[in-house]
Protein backbone atom coordinates (compact mmCIF):
# COMPACT_ATOMS: atom_id res chain seq x y z
CA UNK A 1 0.00 0.00 0.00
CA UNK A 2 1.44 3.49 -0.94
CA UNK A 3 0.90 6.46 1.39
CA UNK A 4 -1.22 8.21 -1.09
CA UNK A 5 -3.82 5.78 -1.08
CA UNK A 6 -7.49 6.31 -0.51
CA UNK A 7 -9.95 4.42 1.37
CA UNK A 8 -11.65 3.84 -1.70
CA UNK A 9 -8.30 1.38 -2.67
CA UNK A 10 -8.09 0.10 0.66
CA UNK A 11 -11.73 -1.76 0.31
CA UNK A 12 -11.99 -5.56 0.14
CA UNK A 13 -14.90 -7.75 -1.23
CA UNK A 14 -17.03 -7.96 1.54
CA UNK A 15 -17.46 -11.70 1.10
CA UNK A 16 -14.25 -12.41 0.79
CA UNK A 17 -14.02 -11.31 4.77
CA UNK A 18 -17.01 -12.77 5.38
CA UNK A 19 -15.49 -15.97 3.96
CA UNK A 20 -12.25 -15.24 5.72
CA UNK A 21 -13.73 -14.14 9.05
CA UNK A 22 -15.96 -17.61 9.08
CA UNK A 23 -12.33 -19.67 8.42
CA UNK A 24 -11.10 -17.53 11.50
CA UNK A 25 -14.41 -18.84 12.98
CA UNK A 26 -13.91 -22.17 12.54
CA UNK A 27 -10.68 -22.79 13.48
CA UNK A 28 -11.21 -20.90 16.99
CA UNK A 29 -14.45 -22.92 17.83
CA UNK A 30 -13.40 -26.56 16.50
CA UNK A 31 -13.40 -28.15 20.31
CA UNK A 32 -9.92 -29.38 21.03
CA UNK A 33 -9.27 -33.59 20.00
CA UNK A 34 -10.02 -35.62 23.46
CA UNK A 35 -6.84 -36.03 25.44
CA UNK A 36 -6.69 -40.04 24.01
CA UNK A 37 -6.35 -38.48 20.41
CA UNK A 38 -3.93 -36.12 21.59
CA UNK A 39 -1.46 -38.61 22.35
CA UNK A 40 -2.04 -40.59 19.35
CA UNK A 41 -1.40 -37.47 17.34
CA UNK A 42 1.79 -36.68 19.73
CA UNK A 43 2.98 -40.49 18.58
CA UNK A 44 2.54 -39.37 14.88
CA UNK A 45 -0.45 -40.55 13.76
CA UNK A 46 -2.28 -38.46 11.34
CA UNK A 47 -5.87 -37.45 12.25
CA UNK A 48 -7.20 -39.55 9.68
CA UNK A 49 -6.17 -42.41 11.27
CA UNK A 50 -6.74 -41.49 15.08
CA UNK A 51 -10.53 -40.24 14.22
CA UNK A 52 -11.00 -43.93 13.08
CA UNK A 53 -9.54 -44.92 16.22
CA UNK A 54 -10.85 -43.33 18.79
CA UNK A 55 -14.56 -42.51 17.36
CA UNK A 56 -16.22 -45.65 18.92
CA UNK A 57 -17.10 -45.42 22.48
CA UNK A 58 -17.13 -49.49 22.57
CA UNK A 59 -13.00 -49.18 21.02
CA UNK A 60 -12.15 -47.56 24.41
CA UNK A 61 -14.28 -49.48 26.33
CA UNK A 62 -11.50 -53.00 24.74
CA UNK A 63 -9.03 -50.89 26.10
CA UNK A 64 -10.03 -50.15 29.59
CA UNK A 65 -10.70 -54.18 29.17
CA UNK A 66 -7.26 -54.69 28.18
CA UNK A 67 -5.98 -52.39 31.02
CA UNK A 68 -8.10 -54.33 33.74
CA UNK A 69 -6.90 -57.58 32.29
CA UNK A 70 -3.56 -56.88 32.30
CA UNK A 71 -3.39 -55.43 35.69
CA UNK A 72 -4.77 -59.15 36.98
CA UNK A 73 -2.54 -60.80 34.95
CA UNK A 74 0.41 -58.69 36.87
CA UNK A 75 -0.92 -59.47 40.02
CA UNK A 76 -1.21 -62.59 39.38
CA UNK A 77 2.36 -62.87 38.23
CA UNK A 78 3.09 -61.31 41.78
CA UNK A 79 3.00 -65.10 43.95
CA UNK A 80 6.52 -65.53 43.65
CA UNK A 81 5.78 -68.87 45.24
CA UNK A 82 3.90 -70.51 41.59
CA UNK A 83 6.25 -68.74 39.56
CA UNK A 84 5.63 -71.56 36.22
CA UNK A 85 1.82 -71.33 37.16
CA UNK A 86 1.79 -67.46 36.78
CA UNK A 87 3.53 -67.66 33.77
CA UNK A 88 0.87 -69.82 32.08
CA UNK A 89 -1.75 -67.87 33.32
CA UNK A 90 0.23 -64.94 31.16
CA UNK A 91 0.74 -66.77 28.03
CA UNK A 92 -2.58 -68.39 28.29
CA UNK A 93 -4.88 -64.91 28.99
CA UNK A 94 -2.68 -62.03 27.21
CA UNK A 95 -3.68 -63.06 23.83
CA UNK A 96 -7.27 -62.92 24.15
CA UNK A 97 -7.15 -59.47 25.64
CA UNK A 98 -6.86 -57.95 22.07
CA UNK A 99 -9.44 -61.08 20.77
CA UNK A 100 -11.86 -59.39 23.08
CA UNK A 101 -10.82 -55.99 22.12
CA UNK A 102 -11.43 -56.10 18.85
CA UNK A 103 -14.87 -57.70 19.39
CA UNK A 104 -15.52 -55.09 21.23
CA UNK A 105 -14.45 -52.54 18.72
CA UNK A 106 -16.16 -53.21 15.37
CA UNK A 107 -19.65 -54.25 14.23
CA UNK A 108 -22.51 -52.82 14.72
CA UNK A 109 -23.07 -54.08 18.56
CA UNK A 110 -19.88 -51.97 18.98
CA UNK A 111 -20.63 -49.00 16.86
CA UNK A 112 -23.93 -47.11 16.20
CA UNK A 113 -22.49 -45.67 13.32
CA UNK A 114 -21.83 -49.06 11.94
CA UNK A 115 -24.55 -48.67 9.19
CA UNK A 116 -23.77 -44.82 8.35
CA UNK A 117 -19.62 -46.42 8.26
CA UNK A 118 -20.73 -49.37 5.14
CA UNK A 119 -22.14 -46.39 3.12
CA UNK A 120 -19.51 -44.71 2.98
CA UNK A 121 -16.10 -45.22 0.64
CA UNK A 122 -14.28 -46.20 3.39
CA UNK A 123 -12.93 -50.06 3.04
CA UNK A 124 -14.54 -51.84 5.89
CA UNK A 125 -11.56 -54.25 6.09
CA UNK A 126 -9.25 -51.07 6.30
CA UNK A 127 -11.66 -49.97 8.82
CA UNK A 128 -11.65 -53.26 11.16
CA UNK A 129 -7.87 -53.14 10.30
CA UNK A 130 -6.98 -49.98 11.77
CA UNK A 131 -8.96 -50.91 14.97
CA UNK A 132 -7.30 -53.62 15.25
CA UNK A 133 -3.64 -52.87 15.48
CA UNK A 134 -4.70 -50.16 17.97
CA UNK A 135 -6.48 -52.22 19.76
CA UNK A 136 -3.09 -54.62 19.42
CA UNK A 137 -0.97 -51.81 19.95
CA UNK A 138 -2.67 -50.56 23.39
CA UNK A 139 -3.03 -54.00 25.02
CA UNK A 140 -0.02 -55.30 23.82
CA UNK A 141 1.55 -52.42 25.44
CA UNK A 142 -0.04 -53.15 28.43
CA UNK A 143 0.97 -57.22 28.38
CA UNK A 144 4.65 -56.22 27.82
CA UNK A 145 4.74 -54.21 31.02
CA UNK A 146 3.36 -57.18 32.73
CA UNK A 147 5.51 -59.99 31.27
CA UNK A 148 8.82 -57.60 32.54
CA UNK A 149 7.64 -57.89 35.42
CA UNK A 150 6.91 -61.64 35.57
CA UNK A 151 9.11 -63.13 38.26
CA UNK A 152 12.72 -64.14 36.99
CA UNK A 153 12.38 -61.82 34.14
CA UNK A 154 12.55 -64.77 31.09
CA UNK A 155 12.35 -64.82 27.01
CA UNK A 156 9.18 -66.62 27.78
CA UNK A 157 7.32 -64.50 29.03
CA UNK A 158 6.92 -63.00 25.75
CA UNK A 159 5.73 -65.98 24.20
CA UNK A 160 2.25 -64.20 24.01
CA UNK A 161 2.91 -62.14 21.23
CA UNK A 162 2.73 -64.05 18.41
CA UNK A 163 -0.31 -66.29 19.33
CA UNK A 164 -2.06 -62.46 20.41
CA UNK A 165 -1.23 -61.39 16.18
CA UNK A 166 -2.46 -65.02 15.86
CA UNK A 167 -5.95 -65.53 17.33
CA UNK A 168 -6.78 -61.83 16.52
CA UNK A 169 -5.99 -62.09 12.67
CA UNK A 170 -7.98 -65.59 13.03
CA UNK A 171 -11.41 -63.50 14.65
CA UNK A 172 -10.62 -60.96 12.28
CA UNK A 173 -10.81 -63.61 9.39
CA UNK A 174 -13.79 -65.33 11.21
CA UNK A 175 -15.71 -62.06 11.27
CA UNK A 176 -16.37 -62.35 7.28
CA UNK A 177 -18.50 -65.55 8.89
CA UNK A 178 -19.60 -64.65 12.20
CA UNK A 179 -20.74 -61.68 14.23
CA UNK A 180 -17.72 -60.07 15.73
CA UNK A 181 -18.54 -61.31 19.55
CA UNK A 182 -19.29 -64.65 18.16
CA UNK A 183 -16.14 -65.16 16.12
CA UNK A 184 -13.70 -63.60 19.24
CA UNK A 185 -15.69 -66.31 21.44
CA UNK A 186 -14.71 -69.01 19.08
CA UNK A 187 -11.20 -68.09 18.72
CA UNK A 188 -11.23 -67.98 22.55
CA UNK A 189 -12.86 -71.33 23.12
CA UNK A 190 -10.15 -73.06 20.56
CA UNK A 191 -7.22 -71.24 21.93
CA UNK A 192 -8.13 -72.48 25.45
CA UNK A 193 -8.90 -75.97 24.70
CA UNK A 194 -5.52 -76.14 22.43
CA UNK A 195 -3.23 -75.30 25.18
CA UNK A 196 -5.14 -77.30 27.85
CA UNK A 197 -4.67 -80.44 25.82
CA UNK A 198 -1.20 -79.77 24.75
CA UNK A 199 -0.11 -79.06 28.50
CA UNK A 200 -2.43 -82.35 29.53
CA UNK A 201 -0.65 -83.82 26.76
CA UNK A 202 3.10 -82.49 27.09
CA UNK A 203 5.74 -83.19 30.38
CA UNK A 204 6.12 -79.37 29.79
CA UNK A 205 3.25 -77.01 31.28
CA UNK A 206 5.09 -74.30 28.97
CA UNK A 207 5.07 -76.97 25.96
CA UNK A 208 2.26 -74.93 23.95
CA UNK A 209 4.58 -72.16 23.51
CA UNK A 210 7.46 -73.34 22.51
CA UNK A 211 9.28 -73.30 18.75
CA UNK A 212 6.29 -75.41 17.10
CA UNK A 213 3.55 -73.06 18.98
CA UNK A 214 5.11 -70.35 17.65
CA UNK A 215 5.66 -71.91 14.29
CA UNK A 216 1.46 -72.66 14.21
CA UNK A 217 0.91 -69.09 15.16
CA UNK A 218 3.00 -67.56 12.19
CA UNK A 219 1.01 -70.25 10.05
CA UNK A 220 -2.85 -68.83 11.28
CA UNK A 221 -1.76 -65.32 11.21
CA UNK A 222 -0.50 -65.89 7.59
CA UNK A 223 -3.20 -67.77 6.69
CA UNK A 224 -6.19 -65.95 8.11
CA UNK A 225 -4.90 -62.33 6.63
CA UNK A 226 -5.36 -64.30 3.31
CA UNK A 227 -8.85 -64.91 3.83
CA UNK A 228 -9.22 -61.37 5.38
CA UNK A 229 -8.04 -59.73 2.20
CA UNK A 230 -9.92 -62.98 -0.10
CA UNK A 231 -13.47 -62.60 1.61
CA UNK A 232 -13.03 -57.97 2.32
CA UNK A 233 -16.27 -57.96 0.35
CA UNK A 234 -18.30 -58.82 3.64
CA UNK A 235 -16.79 -56.24 6.05
CA UNK A 236 -18.45 -53.92 3.33
CA UNK A 237 -21.95 -55.25 3.20
CA UNK A 238 -24.40 -55.64 6.21
CA UNK A 239 -24.23 -58.97 6.46
CA UNK A 240 -27.51 -60.70 7.39
CA UNK A 241 -26.48 -62.12 10.65
CA UNK A 242 -25.95 -58.92 11.46
CA UNK A 243 -29.42 -57.42 10.25
CA UNK A 244 -32.12 -56.28 12.68
CA UNK B 1 -22.59 -32.70 -7.20
CA UNK B 2 -25.07 -33.26 -9.78
CA UNK B 3 -28.28 -34.94 -8.56
CA UNK B 4 -27.20 -39.22 -9.07
CA UNK B 5 -30.05 -41.27 -11.91
CA UNK B 6 -31.35 -44.26 -9.85
CA UNK B 7 -32.60 -47.14 -11.98
CA UNK B 8 -33.79 -50.36 -10.22
CA UNK B 9 -35.18 -53.59 -12.00
CA UNK B 10 -36.91 -56.29 -10.66
CA UNK B 11 -35.34 -56.04 -6.99
CA UNK B 12 -36.48 -59.00 -4.67
CA UNK B 13 -35.13 -59.58 -1.27
CA UNK B 14 -36.73 -62.57 0.66
CA UNK B 15 -35.78 -62.71 4.77
CA UNK B 16 -37.20 -66.26 5.68
CA UNK B 17 -40.90 -66.70 4.57
CA UNK B 18 -41.69 -62.80 3.94
CA UNK B 19 -40.90 -60.79 0.69
CA UNK B 20 -39.73 -57.74 1.59
CA UNK B 21 -38.91 -56.47 -1.73
CA UNK B 22 -41.18 -58.32 -4.71
CA UNK B 23 -39.91 -56.87 -7.96
CA UNK B 24 -39.17 -53.24 -7.65
CA UNK B 25 -38.75 -50.92 -10.35
CA UNK B 26 -37.84 -47.50 -10.29
CA UNK B 27 -36.20 -44.70 -12.04
CA UNK B 28 -35.56 -41.52 -10.12
CA UNK B 29 -33.28 -38.46 -10.90
CA UNK B 30 -33.57 -35.45 -9.29
CA UNK B 31 -35.91 -33.85 -6.66
CA UNK B 32 -37.67 -35.04 -3.94
CA UNK B 33 -39.47 -38.39 -3.33
CA UNK B 34 -41.09 -39.78 -0.91
CA UNK B 35 -41.05 -43.26 0.00
CA UNK B 36 -44.54 -44.40 1.78
CA UNK B 37 -45.51 -47.02 3.27
CA UNK B 38 -46.76 -48.90 6.57
CA UNK B 39 -44.45 -50.39 8.90
CA UNK B 40 -43.06 -53.83 7.31
CA UNK B 41 -43.67 -52.73 3.74
CA UNK B 42 -40.28 -52.74 2.74
CA UNK B 43 -38.96 -49.18 2.86
CA UNK B 44 -35.88 -49.99 5.43
CA UNK B 45 -35.07 -52.99 2.79
CA UNK B 46 -35.22 -50.70 -0.24
CA UNK B 47 -33.32 -47.45 0.96
CA UNK B 48 -30.48 -50.41 2.24
CA UNK B 49 -29.83 -51.19 -0.98
CA UNK B 50 -30.13 -48.48 -2.52
CA UNK B 51 -27.38 -47.16 0.30
CA UNK B 52 -25.30 -50.34 -1.22
CA UNK B 53 -25.13 -51.94 2.36
CA UNK B 54 -27.24 -55.11 1.60
CA UNK B 55 -26.41 -55.99 -1.92
CA UNK B 56 -27.89 -59.01 -3.47
CA UNK B 57 -25.82 -61.02 -6.49
CA UNK B 58 -28.80 -60.85 -8.69
CA UNK B 59 -29.58 -57.47 -8.44
CA UNK B 60 -30.05 -54.86 -10.93
CA UNK B 61 -29.38 -51.04 -9.55
CA UNK B 62 -27.57 -48.67 -11.41
CA UNK B 63 -26.94 -45.18 -9.81
CA UNK B 64 -25.23 -42.69 -12.40
CA UNK B 65 -24.24 -46.03 -14.48
CA UNK B 66 -22.59 -47.35 -11.64
CA UNK B 67 -23.44 -51.53 -10.36
CA UNK B 68 -22.58 -51.98 -6.61
CA UNK B 69 -21.95 -55.57 -7.22
CA UNK B 70 -18.93 -54.55 -8.26
CA UNK B 71 -15.95 -53.18 -5.57
CA UNK B 72 -15.00 -50.51 -7.20
CA UNK B 73 -18.40 -49.16 -8.63
CA UNK B 74 -19.73 -49.75 -5.00
CA UNK B 75 -16.89 -47.56 -3.92
CA UNK B 76 -17.21 -45.02 -6.41
CA UNK B 77 -21.19 -44.98 -5.83
CA UNK B 78 -20.82 -44.18 -2.10
CA UNK B 79 -18.53 -41.27 -2.44
CA UNK B 80 -22.35 -39.95 -4.41
CA UNK B 81 -24.19 -41.31 -1.11
CA UNK B 82 -25.60 -39.94 1.65
CA UNK B 83 -27.42 -42.34 4.15
CA UNK B 84 -29.32 -41.56 7.34
CA UNK B 85 -30.34 -45.11 8.80
CA UNK B 86 -33.77 -45.67 10.70
CA UNK B 87 -31.57 -46.86 13.83
CA UNK B 88 -30.34 -44.50 16.16
CA UNK B 89 -26.91 -44.29 14.80
CA UNK B 90 -24.82 -41.43 16.97
CA UNK B 91 -22.88 -42.56 20.28
CA UNK B 92 -24.29 -40.52 23.23
CA UNK B 93 -20.79 -39.92 25.13
CA UNK B 94 -19.52 -38.76 21.45
CA UNK B 95 -19.22 -34.81 20.96
CA UNK B 96 -21.03 -33.24 17.85
CA UNK B 97 -18.62 -31.80 15.96
CA UNK B 98 -16.00 -35.76 16.65
CA UNK B 99 -19.38 -37.59 15.08
CA UNK B 100 -19.29 -35.46 12.20
CA UNK B 101 -15.92 -35.37 11.73
CA UNK B 102 -15.54 -39.21 11.68
CA UNK B 103 -18.19 -39.41 9.10
CA UNK B 104 -16.20 -37.10 6.95
CA UNK B 105 -12.95 -39.02 7.06
CA UNK B 106 -14.93 -42.25 6.26
CA UNK B 107 -15.62 -40.67 3.52
CA UNK B 108 -12.69 -39.60 2.52
CA UNK B 109 -12.25 -36.08 3.47
CA UNK B 110 -8.25 -36.68 4.46
CA UNK B 111 -7.42 -32.38 5.02
CA UNK B 112 -7.78 -31.32 8.53
CA UNK B 113 -8.55 -27.67 7.72
CA UNK B 114 -11.03 -28.30 4.51
CA UNK B 115 -12.42 -31.20 6.53
CA UNK B 116 -13.28 -28.57 9.67
CA UNK B 117 -14.80 -26.42 7.25
CA UNK B 118 -17.27 -29.25 5.44
CA UNK B 119 -17.58 -30.74 8.81
CA UNK B 120 -19.24 -26.78 10.40
CA UNK B 121 -20.78 -26.37 6.84
CA UNK B 122 -22.88 -29.27 7.46
CA UNK B 123 -23.57 -28.65 11.30
CA UNK B 124 -24.63 -25.52 10.16
CA UNK B 125 -27.06 -26.65 7.69
CA UNK B 126 -28.94 -28.27 9.97
CA UNK B 127 -28.46 -25.13 12.76
CA UNK B 128 -25.98 -26.56 14.88
CA UNK B 129 -22.59 -25.15 14.65
CA UNK B 130 -23.58 -23.38 17.91
CA UNK B 131 -23.58 -27.18 19.64
CA UNK B 132 -20.53 -28.52 18.49
CA UNK B 133 -18.74 -29.09 21.37
CA UNK B 134 -21.95 -30.43 22.97
CA UNK B 135 -22.36 -34.52 23.66
CA UNK B 136 -24.61 -35.80 21.76
CA UNK B 137 -26.51 -37.02 24.69
CA UNK B 138 -27.12 -33.51 25.75
CA UNK B 139 -29.22 -32.77 22.55
CA UNK B 140 -33.26 -33.00 22.08
CA UNK B 141 -34.36 -35.99 20.11
CA UNK B 142 -35.06 -33.48 17.34
CA UNK B 143 -31.64 -32.10 17.20
CA UNK B 144 -29.98 -35.71 17.09
CA UNK B 145 -32.25 -36.35 14.13
CA UNK B 146 -31.15 -32.99 12.57
CA UNK B 147 -27.47 -34.34 13.41
CA UNK B 148 -28.32 -37.50 11.42
CA UNK B 149 -28.90 -35.12 8.64
CA UNK B 150 -26.11 -33.41 9.02
CA UNK B 151 -23.50 -36.45 8.20
CA UNK B 152 -25.78 -37.61 5.25
CA UNK B 153 -25.65 -34.17 3.68
CA UNK B 154 -22.01 -33.79 4.23
CA UNK B 155 -19.94 -33.27 1.19
CA UNK B 156 -23.11 -32.46 -1.04
CA UNK B 157 -24.39 -36.26 -1.89
CA UNK B 158 -25.88 -36.64 -5.63
CA UNK B 159 -27.99 -38.78 -3.55
CA UNK B 160 -29.19 -38.60 -0.76
CA UNK B 161 -31.62 -41.48 1.05
CA UNK B 162 -33.16 -40.96 4.58
CA UNK B 163 -35.12 -43.52 6.58
CA UNK B 164 -37.67 -42.30 8.52
CA UNK B 165 -35.61 -39.02 9.12
CA UNK B 166 -38.93 -37.42 11.38
CA UNK B 167 -39.88 -40.49 13.15
CA UNK B 168 -40.66 -39.12 16.66
CA UNK B 169 -40.25 -35.39 16.45
CA UNK B 170 -42.80 -32.52 17.12
CA UNK B 171 -44.53 -31.13 14.83
CA UNK B 172 -41.99 -28.21 14.94
CA UNK B 173 -38.92 -30.18 14.63
CA UNK B 174 -40.33 -32.43 11.73
CA UNK B 175 -41.18 -29.04 9.90
CA UNK B 176 -37.50 -27.63 10.47
CA UNK B 177 -36.30 -31.08 9.85
CA UNK B 178 -38.45 -31.22 6.23
CA UNK B 179 -37.38 -27.17 5.04
CA UNK B 180 -33.64 -28.74 5.25
CA UNK B 181 -34.50 -31.75 3.30
CA UNK B 182 -36.51 -29.47 0.98
CA UNK B 183 -33.62 -27.59 0.48
CA UNK B 184 -32.03 -30.20 -0.94
CA UNK B 185 -34.00 -31.33 -3.56
CA UNK B 186 -32.68 -28.87 -6.41
CA UNK B 187 -28.91 -30.66 -6.32
CA UNK B 188 -29.86 -33.95 -5.18
CA UNK B 189 -31.84 -36.89 -5.72
CA UNK B 190 -33.04 -37.30 -2.44
CA UNK B 191 -35.38 -40.58 -1.06
CA UNK B 192 -37.01 -39.85 2.24
CA UNK B 193 -39.17 -42.87 3.67
CA UNK B 194 -41.94 -42.37 5.93
CA UNK B 195 -45.30 -44.04 7.18
CA UNK B 196 -46.68 -40.29 7.48
CA UNK B 197 -48.83 -38.80 4.79
CA UNK B 198 -48.91 -35.33 5.41
CA UNK B 199 -44.68 -36.01 4.93
CA UNK B 200 -44.90 -37.44 2.04
CA UNK B 201 -47.28 -34.88 0.65
CA UNK B 202 -43.58 -32.57 0.17
CA UNK B 203 -42.46 -35.00 -2.23
CA UNK B 204 -41.71 -34.40 -5.75
CA UNK B 205 -43.06 -38.20 -6.66
CA UNK B 206 -44.73 -40.37 -4.34
CA UNK B 207 -44.03 -43.43 -4.00
CA UNK B 208 -46.14 -46.15 -2.07
CA UNK B 209 -44.37 -49.76 -1.24
CA UNK B 210 -46.72 -52.30 0.54
CA UNK B 211 -45.56 -55.52 1.40
CA UNK B 212 -42.66 -55.51 -0.52
CA UNK B 213 -44.47 -53.89 -4.15
CA UNK B 214 -44.65 -50.65 -5.62
CA UNK B 215 -48.73 -49.83 -5.78
CA UNK B 216 -48.08 -46.49 -7.04
CA UNK B 217 -45.27 -43.94 -8.15
CA UNK B 218 -46.71 -40.31 -9.36
CA UNK B 219 -46.98 -36.70 -7.85
CA UNK B 220 -48.70 -36.47 -4.57
CA UNK B 221 -51.89 -34.70 -6.35
CA UNK B 222 -51.98 -38.14 -8.43
CA UNK B 223 -52.22 -40.18 -5.59
CA UNK B 224 -54.95 -38.05 -3.95
CA UNK B 225 -56.87 -37.89 -7.49
CA UNK B 226 -57.26 -41.77 -7.09
CA UNK B 227 -59.84 -41.28 -4.77
CA UNK B 228 -61.32 -39.01 -7.30
CA UNK B 229 -65.54 -40.30 -6.63
CA UNK B 230 -64.53 -43.02 -4.09
CA UNK B 231 -64.69 -40.12 -0.98
CA UNK B 232 -67.26 -38.84 0.72
CA UNK B 233 -68.97 -37.72 3.94
CA UNK B 234 -72.29 -38.68 5.83
CA UNK B 235 -73.86 -39.16 8.99
CA UNK B 236 -74.39 -42.98 10.22
CA UNK B 237 -71.14 -45.32 9.80
CA UNK B 238 -71.43 -47.03 6.67
CA UNK B 239 -70.79 -51.05 6.84
CA UNK B 240 -69.78 -51.69 3.21
CA UNK B 241 -66.98 -48.64 2.87
CA UNK B 242 -63.31 -49.67 2.32
CA UNK B 243 -62.30 -47.53 4.88
CA UNK B 244 -63.54 -45.03 7.16
CA UNK B 245 -63.56 -43.04 9.76
CA UNK B 246 -65.14 -40.41 12.85
CA UNK B 247 -64.74 -36.34 12.29
CA UNK B 248 -64.58 -34.02 14.90
CA UNK B 249 -67.93 -32.80 14.11
CA UNK B 250 -69.50 -36.34 14.33
CA UNK B 251 -69.95 -37.58 10.66
CA UNK B 252 -67.86 -40.20 8.80
CA UNK B 253 -65.57 -39.68 5.90
CA UNK B 254 -65.97 -42.63 4.06
CA UNK B 255 -63.54 -44.33 1.17
CA UNK B 256 -64.83 -46.68 -1.10
CA UNK B 257 -67.71 -47.58 -3.69
CA UNK B 258 -69.98 -44.30 -2.81
CA UNK B 259 -73.50 -45.43 -2.11
CA UNK B 260 -76.06 -43.38 -4.57
CA UNK B 261 -76.70 -39.26 -3.46
CA UNK B 262 -73.43 -39.54 -1.51
CA UNK B 263 -72.36 -36.22 -0.19
CA UNK B 264 -68.77 -36.61 -2.17
CA UNK B 265 -65.66 -34.69 -1.14
CA UNK B 266 -62.45 -33.66 -3.18
CA UNK B 267 -60.25 -36.14 -2.54
CA UNK B 268 -56.79 -36.09 0.05
CA UNK B 269 -53.20 -37.64 -0.24
CA UNK B 270 -54.12 -39.61 2.72
CA UNK B 271 -57.59 -40.94 1.26
CA UNK B 272 -55.44 -42.40 -2.06
CA UNK B 273 -52.87 -43.59 0.31
CA UNK B 274 -55.93 -45.34 2.60
CA UNK B 275 -57.41 -46.78 -0.50
CA UNK B 276 -54.35 -48.93 -1.85
CA UNK B 277 -53.51 -49.98 1.56
CA UNK B 278 -56.52 -51.21 3.11
CA UNK B 279 -58.65 -53.32 2.12
CA UNK B 280 -61.01 -52.61 4.95
CA UNK B 281 -60.30 -49.75 7.58
CA UNK B 282 -62.35 -48.75 10.16
CA UNK B 283 -60.77 -45.93 12.49
CA UNK B 284 -62.96 -44.31 15.57
Given at each position: ???????????????????????????????????????????????????????????????????????????????????????????????????????????????????????????????????????????????????????????????????????????????????????????????????????????????????????????????????????????????????? | ?????????????RFGSIDA???????????????????G??????????????????????????????????????????????????????????????????????????????????????????????????????????????????????????????????????????????????????????????????????????EG????????????????????????????????????????????????????????????????????????
Amino acid sequence: MTADSTPSQWSVDPARIEANWRAITIELDAPAPSRMERLLRAAGLPSRITRLVVATPALRRSWYLATAVAILIGLALTDAARPREGLFALLLLAPLVPVLGVALAYGPEADPAHEIALATPMRGLRLVATRAVAVLAFSTTWLLVASVLAPGWQPMAFAWLLPALGLTTATVAMMTVLAPRRAAAVSAVVWVLGVAWVRAAAADPLAAFGAVGQAMMVVVTIGALAVAVARRDRFDLMASRWRS
Amino acid sequence: MTASQVMVFGLRRRFGSIDALDGVDLLLQGGLITLLGPNGSGKTTLLRCLATVDVGADDAILVDGLDPRHESDRIEMRRRLGYQPQRPSLAPASRVFDVIDYVAVLKGHDDDRARRHLVYGALESVGLAERASDRVGDLSGGMVRRLELAQAILGRPGLLLLDEPAAGLDPDERFRLREIVAGRRHDSTVVVSTHLTDEAAVGDTVLVLIEGRLRFVGQPDALATTAAGRAWIQDQAPVDARATWRLADGRHRCLGAPPPGADLVDPTLEDGYLLLTSPVVNVG
